[in-house]
Nanobody
Framework: QVQLVESGGGLVQPGGSLRLSCAVS????????MAWFRQAQGKEREFVGA????????RYADSVRGRFTISKDTFKGTVYLQMSGLKPEDTAIYYC??????????????????WGQGTQVTVSS
């Protein structure tokens, strides 16, 4: 059973930066995709980006490409979401998710089996 725990959320001013972490535990050997999603109040959950746990392929939503970067440290068992140039519309609860055996084209829409509890990010002056 894969377990995910997010941290690092908070309040940040527009234009600021924040780094979220997702601590990963459990059997993640081979084939897992680690994704970040977000859900703003009153809106549907949306894909932010993802990274392959074994390897370095990444993919981003158009809305965050060039501002957000996903990375991983497999030794520490952690996935990161570095956010810069934050905008008020980035305000949401951010979730880490994991799924095995997802092909690249399906990363945004796959049915992820494992989810963290979420961490709130608020961008406001």
């Amino acid at each position: 059973q894969v377990q995910l725990v997010e941290s690092g959320g908070g309040l940040v001013q527009p234009g600021g930066s924040l780094r979220l972490s997702c601590a990963v535990s459990g059997p993640t050997g081979g084939g897992y995709v680690m994704a970040w999603f977000r859900q703003a109040q009153g809106k549907e959950r949306e894909f932010v980006g993802a990274i392959r746990w074994s390897g370095g392929n990444t993919r981003y939503a158009d809305s965050v490409r060039g501002r957000f970067t996903i990375s991983k440290d497999t030794f520490k068992g952690t996935v990161y979401l570095q956010m810069s140039g934050l905008k008020p519309e980035d305000t949401a609860i951010y979730y880490c998710a994991a799924q095995r055996g997802v092909i690249f084209s399906n990363w945004p829409s796959a049915d992820y089996s494992y989810w963290g509890q979420g961490t709130q990010v608020t961008v406001s002056s």
